[in-house]
């Protein structure tokens, strides 16, 4: 076991990620974003690939709705929930893997790809250049590829305004602020403009670059924000209609990639 996963079994084996979309109104939010923007894209009989599927959430509810979804998820404990909560539904396969070896796949076989967690734990270039590759390879050209990444901006606000900030700078940044990405911080983040350079070169389309739960998981930590139900339909609604604007997105904890496959003349 190589020592990044190590680090992933050690996180999601000591954290309840099967709530972690419910619980709070950040999480509440960036399900709704995700599922919203999913279904954008969707056609109907499309077949689906979650890579980093954790605990199912997105995958058990788009089999529930009739597609055929394959769920690839690297911690056990995370794919044995799956496998239990999805349970029954025939449409529904998961399947232990790693982001960066999709080996088990052919070319082309896939409508949508999302990578929804992967990117949070991949510390080395190579690494992410893989994980993306692999789903590009293993999407149908024409098909759309999600991928979900962390700003290391609101990474800045959320973990270390209050407490620390100092450590966060060195930890998270090079003396000319650079970006930086190894293993021990557990959670790495990303620049907007240096995620989306990922993707130069791949023959992939942009299409649009999303937050995906604003400044919430902020507000919630720090403040003890409390919404009540109606103002988070409000707020919700405010939020669909502004998440693409590009200065509000370094705000956002999680934000979402999303581009399309070319057959290569049309990269970005």
């Known amino acids: 076991m190589s020592r990044r996963e190590e680090i992933v079994k050690t996180i999601y084996e000591n954290y309840c990620e099967d709530e972690r979309l419910e619980r709070t109104r950040h999480g509440q939010l960036e399900y709704l974003t995700t599922m919203t923007y999913i279904h ?8 689906i690939l979650e890579i980093g ?18 769920a690839v998820e ?8 799956l496998r239990h909560n999805g349970s029954g539904i025939e449409s529904l396969t998961a399947i232990h893997g790693d982001a960066t070896d999709l080996s088990m796949f052919g070319d082309d076989l896939f409508d949508m790809t999302l990578i929804f967690g992967p ?10 250049h893989k994980a993306i590759d692999e789903a ?15 700003s290391i901006h609101a990474l800045m606000y959320t973990n270390y ?9 060195e930890e998270n940044f090079t003396d000319d602020y650079r970006v930086r990405h190894f293993e021990d911080q557990l959670f790495t983040g990303f620049d907007i403009a240096e995620f989306e350079d990922l993707f130069s070169d791949k023959p992939i389309a942009w299409l649009k670059t999303v937050a995906a739960d604003s400044v919430l998981e902020y507000g919630e930590r720090w403040s003890g924000l409390e919404i009540d139900d109606e103002d988070f339909e409000l707020f919700s609604r405010y939020h669909l209609a502004t998440c693409e604007v590009r200065e509000l997105l370094g705000s956002s904890s999680h934000l979402i990639h999303i ?8 990269s970005k």
């Open 40 to 47: 954008k894209y969707l056609n109907d009989g499309a077949r």
């Open 53 to 70: 599927a954790g605990t199912g959430r997105y995958s058990i509810a788009l089999a529930k709705e009739g597609y055929n979804v394959t």
């Open 74 to 81: 690297l911690v056990n404990h995370n794919l044995d929930i």
């Open 119 to 128: 990117l949070y734990h991949l510390y080395e270039l190579a690494d992410q």
């Open 136 to 150: 590009i390879r293993v999407t149908k050209p024409g098909g759309v590829i999600m991928t979900a990444f962390l």
């Open 161 to 169: 305004l209050y407490d620390g900030f100092k450590g966060g700078l």
């Open 259 to 266: 581009c399309r496959k070319t057959a290569g003349e049309d």
